[in-house]
């Protein structure tokens, strides 16, 4: 059987030997969470609670304050202690956080409305999902509401549910298949509910046997197919993944439904289940936390909003000495944290310590242009000429060779013999190039 695939990609050392084998295992409730109002991309969420205020485990502390916003809930059982500003590596922007100590166990505040989906119009899941403040849990954090919204004039003909899994190291969306298939197909089943869509793919790779059994007998006698995915990055980039499983291609500056298509995680499709079904708001989640940094590496459920240090005090780690760095996510598109006191937030799938063995620091060379990048991308660009384009400044010229499309997927900077980070040039020139076009604008 030939495997399902996109142009280009790489193949990164997939290291999911670490911590595939390891059951999702609940982490004790925090003592205290620090819950950022940017928990999604767009506005800020509008604070409703005050200091000294009580609040019960999933109450609305937040509010949706914008289209492509979400509410925010409170994590712990607790008290509103102060609201400070943090940076989110995440977002890069300096916002409000709430934070709040826990006084006790879990009273939960749960969402009105929730039961039987099948007893629901479209307008009240998409309701309770828009309450539940969920957000794509694969990274992206964008509001799941919006995207089950079809606008007018546009149809969505077929769901596909991102079970790729793509990025080293990171094993949670695996050990979801295992340990929760009946729950993430019933998700499926309420998001096709929701948007009338009458067809279902769940995209997986082929490095993961085990899962692809048991999401196909949990799909038995739905209109639900698996499809069996090449194993290559970044397989699960939202276009390459419709392309190899569709053959269409979502247009330059498109969205997937311009092709029919809508696409969730496999967690956050997890989170729709718990939120229509079950009236949880989105307060925790599944994470990876890996690494040949990390002590005991496994599978966990956390509260939103814990600090980074509290989760990785339980699974320990190594001399710092040997540290190289840590990351929120995976090697190849994860975020370098500045400091471990930051709090956790929606779209933290992983964290993952490199040890300086595993990232021997590469000498830089010119380039020989060998044209390995061009190869690679995945995308169709010419990273060796956006990059002098963006180093020269001539953004207008790098936009017409599609800087905006850039998908900072990394696997350019990986294959470069050179050694050259030329993702890293992308992101500023990317930066750049907004805010040039909005300071236009004005
Ligand atoms: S892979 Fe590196 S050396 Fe080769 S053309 Fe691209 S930037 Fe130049
Ligand atoms: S240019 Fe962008 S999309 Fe292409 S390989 Fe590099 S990081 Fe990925």
Known sequence: MSLLTFRGGVHPPEKKELAEHKEIKFLPLPEKVYIYTTNHIGAPAKILVEPGQKVKTGQKIGEANGFISANIHSSVTGEVVEIVKMTNAATGTKNDVIVIQRTGEDEWDLISGYGDYSKKTPEEIIGIVKEAGIVGLGGAMFPSHVKMSVPKGKKAEYLIINAAECEPYITIDYRMMLEKSVEIVKGIKIIMHATGVKKAYIGIENNKPAAIEKMKEAVSGEPIEIKVLKTKYPQGAEKQLIYAITKKEVPSGGLPLDVGAI?????????????????????????????????????????????????LNHVGLVEEEKIDRI??????????????????????????????????????????????????????LMPYLLKMQVEKREYDKSLEYGLMDCIECGSCSFACPAGIELVKTFKTGKKVARALKGRAKK
């Open 327 to 380: 990351l929120y996510g995976g090697p190849m598109m994860g975020i370098p944290l500045p400091n471990i006191e930051l709090p956790t937030f929606k779209g933290n799938n992983a964290l993952t310590v490199m040890t300086k063995d595993i990232v021997p620091h590469k000498e830089v060379f010119p380039c020989i242009r060998c044209s390995k990048c061009v190869q690679v991308c995945p995308i169709n």
């Open 263 to 311: 696409v969730f995680n496999v967690s956050t499709t997890y989170a729709i289940y718990e939120a229509v079904e079950k009236g949880k708001p989105l307060v925790e989640r599944g994470i990876t936390l890996t690494g040949e940094g990390i002590k005991n590496p496994g599978n966990f459920i956390y509260r939103i909003g814990t600090l980074t240090k509290d989760l």
